[in-house]
């Protein structure tokens, strides 16, 4: 059986791997910037990174094949900056430390890296994701006042424990590879059910496409303040949906001295809803702030109920989500305003998803800029204009494709959040030698999420 050494830097590790140091993985070659005052040098067709090239990447991307700015022969030239060949590793060395890939083709970058060109001994792959794992460990070594910035003689005298077998290397590097595989495949299946949501709500929730697929002509639509909507349809503002019962109540938070302060939060009771605490159509209880139920029950408003439909409108503005599984309810700040429906006239789920079309959106960005605050009240929010079908029926019709295009992006999102803590598991394991790779197990792993 396999024993462990014990390293006072990186801790344990098996007798049968290497403890280097990292100046032993291959060649470092630096990085530079032409003259930003010098025309000539730059808008060519050589790919020069730069730190922020990596931060916009996703996190599954292990490859670089474009940069944002480009720079010309004389600006290569002009600088001390290094041409690397396909297969480099490039390391941020400032401020996000740790942000790293590897080129996909010929490149060269600004003195914002550390890059390595890895000798016959060391897998690229495998370096890469040793240094997403020791991102910490690094950091502990940088140093700096404006902004932390690890030198490249400090990383080369970092300890690294790796198998001395190369195709072992390739075998743990290959196994977290197929991962990163799955979740991008995964994000790229959002992206595209989110272009289909995009466009069902362009086209249903404005009436040009009826839910039987039919399109509307010309001449049954009217134009309205977002466009054009169906003649049968109601249009009106919010304050008329009120007049009418179609919304039964519209309330924010408590502000002013009833406002609660910052020693009455505590870890577990009743969300008390800011505008943040609203994201992708949800509320995020585990983080937002928290209130005791005895003091949430002596403020005044602002008690958000199952089935209510909230709406930024301060800070944030134009978040929306409806309510769900309030127990009893959920306490809004004066960032979020509530919207109660009658779901005999009007379906949350209608209301909710016209809060998110795109003029809507727009409008309220316009309305609250006009503020200093960046801010719409509610009186503002009752003359905005609305348009629905008149009749629940077809409001269900309407909204059921799409809101079955959001539970598909909502389990792909769980999915997504299943391998990465895989990843995360894998990564601790493989690359300290805990777990020796078996791509058998790994593959059923896989396929399990």
């Not at 289909?196 to 010309?218: C, F, H, I, V, Y």
């Not at 995020?284 to 409108?313: P, Q, Y």
Request: glycine share 6%; hydrophobic share 35%; net charge neutral.
């Amino acid at each position: 059986m396999i024993g462990f050494s014990f390293d006072d830097r990186i801790g344990y590790f098996p007798t049968d791997w290497n403890l280097k140091q990292l100046k032993d993985s291959g060649d470092f070659v630096s990085g530079s910037t032409p003259s930003s005052t010098n025309e000539n040098y730059w808008g060519g067709d050589i790919t020069w990174l730069v730190p922020s090239d990596l931060t916009a990447l996703s996190g599954s991307t292990n490859y670089i094949y474009d940069s944002e700015s480009k720079i010309t022969i004389d600006g290569f030239n002009s600088c001390s900056t290094n041409m690397l060949p396909a297969g480099s590793l490039c390391l941020s060395s400032r401020a996000t430390i740790g942000e790293a890939v590897i080129a996909g083709v010929e490149l060269c970058t600004n003195q914002g890296f550390i890059n390595i060109v890895p000798n016959e001994e060391h897998y690229a792959l495998y370096l890469l994701y040793w240094v997403k794992n020791n991102k910490q460990y690094i950091s502990r070594y940088a140093a700096g006042t404006t902004f932390l910035e690890i030198g490249r003689r400090t990383f080369k005298n970092l300890k690294i424990a790796l198998p001395k077998e190369l195709p072992e290397q390739k075998a743990i590097a290959g196994t977290l590879s197929k991962v990163d595989e799955a979740i991008e495949a995964v994000e790229n299946s959002i992206k595209a059910a989110e272009r289909l949501k995009k466009s069902l709500m362009q086209n249903l929730l404005t009436g040009k496409l009826k839910p039987d697929g039919a399109w509307r002509s010309e001449d049954e639509m009217l134009m309205t303040k977002y466009g054009y909507a169906p003649k049968d349809w109601k249009y009106c503002q919010i304050k008329d949906l009120i007049k009418e019962g179609y919304i039964e109540g519209v309330q924010d938070g408590n502000h002013g001295e009833s406002h609660p302060v910052a020693a009455e939060f505590v870890n577990e009771g009743i969300p008390f809803v800011m505008a943040s605490d609203i994201s992708n159509g949800f509320i995020d209880v585990d983080n937002c702030k928290k209130l005791t139920r005895e003091r949430a029950d002596k403020l005044r408003i602002g008690f958000a109920k199952n089935g209510d439909v909230l709406l930024s409108h301060k800070a944030s503005v134009g978040y929306t989500c409806i309510v769900n599984e309030a127990e009893p309810y959920v306490m809004l700040t004066p960032q979020v305003t509530y919207y109660r429906v009658a779901p005999d006239k009007l379906i949350p789920q209608y209301l909710k998803l016209f809060f998110q079309t795109y003029p809507f959106q727009c409008i309220m960005e316009g309305l609250a800029k006009q503020s200093t605050r960046n801010y719409i009240g509610i009186t503002n929010q009752k003359k905005m204009w609305i348009y629905l079908p008149d009749n629940t029926d077809e409001q269900h019709e309407v909204v059921a494709e799409v809101i079955q295009v959001d539970d598909q992006v909502l389990n792909k999102k769980l999915k997504i959040q299943s391998l990465k803590k895989l990843k995360k598991s894998l990564m601790q394991h493989l690359l300290t030698g805990k777990v020796r790779v078996d791509v058998e197990k790994i593959n059923k792993l896989l396929e399990e999420v």
